[in-house]
């Protein structure tokens, strides 16, 4: 299998450089950037190709149009809250250089103002999702984006896992390469797949079952203790016909569950929940709940095991909340998670929106070696080894 080539390896000097990297930041109601992490994130790759002076065309997604247009009726590609416009803005008071903009991806007018840009200069282009063509991975239109670069880079790590034109189309037409962050985000995985220092705890979180049932499975096999929590417990608690009252559960996946051993010894579910009933915050046994009480943290004696399970580890890797962290006091768990994560002394790994939001606004960066850019694609990564947009840089 040819190896993936890193930035340094790859001849940019004087050519025309496309990047496809991820500046789906938060945005408020105000077009305010809440987050520019994820911005910050591929300055180091940007600002190298600007001293090698290259013509920078950055491709990139914010947000996801389809939905946009079935819930507003307007057409996706005119739905202004979702334009780049407000990025561009932000990149160029990072680089404190001007940033150009296009509101086209491809065709004519995109290449003409390719050509006309100067050597050191960036062109971001227009929302890429405006074009159902992105995610139905057109060769054709793969082949249009392909035309305004020499060189293709992906800086996009949590969007690697989808089968998109700018993510596995474009690479396979032109000499590519990974970005620096691209490639610290496969380094920092390769460590819990590749000989981790035992014990290795993995904490599964979050909402959705079905994508997170390969990577239980994978680390039941490679790690030394699985805990779960959030809404997945609640779906495996009903799944064996535990009553979890008004409590999130996802019921398509069902039938998911029985891939998973529940038997394995690895494997640590909730005792207790943090309850809402209606009027105020109780702490409940699983097996307790009435109908019309709704779970929404794991409670103190959960809390109390999972914290002696972790100060014991030697490395963690983190995805998914374990309650409804937005609501106080349903972020206590989560908290406490991280105080034990930061006493353990741990290698610690941490991904995914919902966690790495929480861990910011709780100014708790420090407390792991890496937070992952990716949430579905860190799960993917660590469940199958690799994504389809790594694999397309291979030649």
């Known amino acids: 299998m040819s190896k993936i080539k890193n930035l340094k390896k790859i001849d940019v000097k004087n050519k025309r450089v496309l990047v496809r990297v991820d500046f789906d930041v938060p945005i408020d109601e105000e077009g305010t950037i809440v987050d520019n992490s994820r911005i910050k994130g591929c300055l180091s790759t940007i ?79 227009e929302n890429i999702r405006f074009w159902k063509e992105e995610e139905e991975n057109s060769l054709e239109f793969a082949e249009k984006i392909a035309k305004l670069g020499d060189i293709y880079i992906n800086e996009a790590f949590a969007v690697s896992h989808r089968e998109h034109a700018s993510v596995v189309g474009v690479p396979k037409l032109l000499p590519s390469a990974m970005g620096f962050l691209l490639e610290k985000e496969i380094q920092e995985l390769n460590k819990i797949l590749k000989n981790p220092e035992k014990p290795l705890v993995a904490i599964i979180g979050g909402a959705k079952m079905e994508t997170k049932i390969k990577v239980i499975n994978k680390f039941l096999k490679i790690a030394d203790k699985v805990l779960i929590g959030g809404a997945l417990a609640n779906t495996v608690f009903v799944s064996q016909g535990i009553g979890m009252g008004e409590s999130k559960i996802d019921k398509e996946s069902f039938g998911e569950i029985k891939k998973i051993n529940l038997e394995n010894p690895k494997l640590f579910l909730p005792i207790d929940l943090g309850i809402w009933d209606g009027k105020e915050v109780l702490y409940k046994d699983v097996m307790s709940l009435q109908w019309f009480e709704k ?91 690799t994504l389809p947009g790594i694999e397309a840089l291979r030649k």
């Open 47 to 125: 600002e190298y190709l600007i001293k090698q002076k290259t013509k920078v065309i950055l491709i990139s997604h914010l947000g996801r149009p389809a939905y946009a247009e079935a819930s507003t009726g307007k057409p996706a590609g005119k739905d202004k809250k979702l334009s780049l416009k407000p990025i561009a803005e932000e990149l160029g008071r990072l680089l404190n250089q001007e940033i150009l903009f296009s509101t086209d991806v491809c065709g004519k007018r995109v290449e003409d103002r390719v050509k006309k840009m100067k050597l050191g200069e960036i062109l971001l282009l």
């Open 295 to 385: 779970a929404l943290d794991i409670g103190p004696k959960t809390i109390h095991l999972f914290n002696d399970i972790i100060l014991k580890s030697k490395t963690v890797v983190w995805n998914g909340p374990l309650g409804l962290t937005a609501q106080k006091p349903f972020d206590v768990a989560s908290k406490e998670l991280i105080e034990a994560i930061d006493k353990s002394g741990a290698y610690a790994i941490v991904g995914g929106g919902d966690t790495n939001a929480f861990i910011n606004e709780n100014n708790k960066e420090k407390v792991f070696d890496w937070m992952s850019a990716g949430g579905g694609a860190m799960l993917d990564y660590l469940s199958e080894g």
